[in-house]
Structures are given as structure tokens and as C-alpha cells.
């Protein structure tokens, strides 16, 4: 009877001793991957029409390389499809190559902001897409209040909906419209084009050349008396002379 407690301690003994053997012989977790901005789209499940355009203009690469290698970080705003089906229709064929880079990077900013960072933020917030021409900002701004956040381009405002991602080095807002930046799509664009030149009004033209169709006949009407008075006054002074050789 008293070899059963030892034969239990016996026995409990070897089997921690074995549970902490196996936890010391498993592999510590490696590092975590790298990050990539389209599996993080891809995972939100709403983002195709933004995930077309980051692989067509290659801004994924960048942003996945910048990412991994910045100490700053990175915050994108991502619109889902919705938004880009809410364009106007043609919005972006019409957009050249170089555009629709700028469009997209107009979207991402190359700092990691929290919320509460954004609420609190200097306006306007500089993106990727500013400094990229002369004389243009391509900025954001942003304001709100408790857990709002809203964000303003000049054209459209929208809210930060949800986040796909909120730790450093990325940060990854879901908005419900796309942001075109005020420098490609305000009224106070300015065209490279210069306008045409402006024509003569018809309706000048054709008066002034009335004016000068109605003037001819006066002129010939004047010229016409002229050569009337004459014949008479030639023909009165010979009547006279006439008069005179008879009388």
C-alpha cells in the first residue's frame, strides 16, 4: 500500500519531465513575412478594381518594396469597388497612363498614421502623388472627431469606414469613394491646350457686307444725276445760243 503513492509521484514525474522536453525541442515561430499590400486587399474581399490598378501600374511593387525597407511607413486609403463603380462613366479610360499613377498614389502617403493621428494632423497631409508636378500639392485633408475620421480632396469627402490594417509599418483605411485629387479634376484645372483662336462673328460680317452692297447702288444713283444735270445744262445753253442768232 504505500509503494502506490510513490509509484504516482514516480510516474507524474516522468510525464512533465517529458511535456517540458517536447515544449523545449519545438521550434521557436519564425519571422513573420513581408508585407504585401495586395494580399491585404485580397483578404478584405471588396477591393478587385484596386487590385487591378496597383498590378497595372505597378504601385504594389513599390509600395510592397517601400514598406519592408522605410523606417517612416506607409498609410493607404483604399476605395472599394463600389466607389469606382459611383464614377462617372469613362472616368478612368479617359485618364492617361501617367494619370492613373498619379490617381492611384494620390492614395497612399508615405507615413503611417493611427486614427487618432489623423484627427489631430497638420493639413494638408502630403501623398505620393505630391511633388510630382510643377506647382501642384496633391494633398489630403482630414478631420473628425471621437472615432470619425473624414477625408477631403476639394472635389469629393468621404469617411474612413473601416481599417484592413492598423499596426506600423502599415496602415490600411477602407473609403467608400475614390479621391480625385482638385489638380486633375477641379473646374479650375487648366488646360495644356491652348483655345482656338476666336473667329469673326457671321452676323458682323454679313451686315458689314450688306452695308456695302447697299451702298453701291446709292453711289450710282448719285453718279447717275450727275451725268443727268450736266446733259440738261448742255442742252439749255445750246437752246440759248440758238435764241440769240435769230433774234
Known amino acids: 500500500m504505500a509503494t502506490t503513492p510513490l509509484l504516482l509521484l514516480l510516474l507524474t514525474s516522468v510525464f512533465l519531465s517529458a511535456e517540458i522536453t517536447a515544449q523545449l525541442a ?11 499590400i495586395t494580399a491585404i486587399l ?4 471588396q477591393f478587385v478594381t484596386l487590385i487591378r490598378l496597383l498590378n497595372t501600374t505597378q504601385i504594389g511593387n513599390q509600395i510592397n518594396i517601400q514598406i519592408n525597407s522605410s523606417s517612416e511607413g506607409m498609410t493607404v486609403l483604399a476605395p472599394t469597388d463600389n ?31 493611427t486614427l487618432e493621428d489623423l484627427l489631430s494632423v497638420s493639413n494638408p497631409v502630403s501623398t505620393q502623388a505630391s511633388g510630382r508636378d510643377a506647382g501642384g500639392i496633391y494633398g489630403l485633408n482630414f478631420t473628425g ?8 480632396t476639394g472635389i469629393v469627402e468621404t469617411r474612413l469606414s473601416t481599417s484592413l490594417r492598423q499596426e506600423r509599418p502599415l496602415a490600411v483605411y477602407v473609403v467608400d469613394m475614390v479621391l480625385l485629387p482638385e489638380e486633375m479634376f477641379g473646374e479650375r484645372k487648366i488646360s495644356p491646350v491652348a483655345p482656338p483662336p476666336k473667329s469673326k462673328s ?10 456695302k452692297k447697299a451702298a453701291a447702288p446709292s453711289q450710282i444713283e448719285k453718279s447717275g444725276s450727275g451725268e443727268m444735270n450736266t446733259g440738261l445744262g448742255f442742252g439749255l445753253g445750246l437752246v440759248v445760243l440758238c435764241l440769240k442768232f435769230l433774234f
Open 26 to 36: 519545438a521550434p521557436a515561430p519564425g519571422p513573420a513575412g513581408p508585407i504585401n
Open 42 to 45: 485580397e483578404k478584405g474581399g
Open 83 to 113: 466607389g469606382f463603380q459611383n464614377l462617372k462613366p469613362g472616368t478612368l479610360n479617359k485618364l492617361s497612363p501617367e494619370d492613373q499613377v498619379k490617381l492611384i498614389l494620390y492614395h497612399v502617403s508615405p507615413k503611417f498614421y
Open 145 to 152: 472627431q471621437g472615432n470619425q475620421v473624414n477625408v477631403s
Open 202 to 211: 457671321p452676323d458682323v460680317s454679313d451686315d458689314s457686307n450688306s452695308s
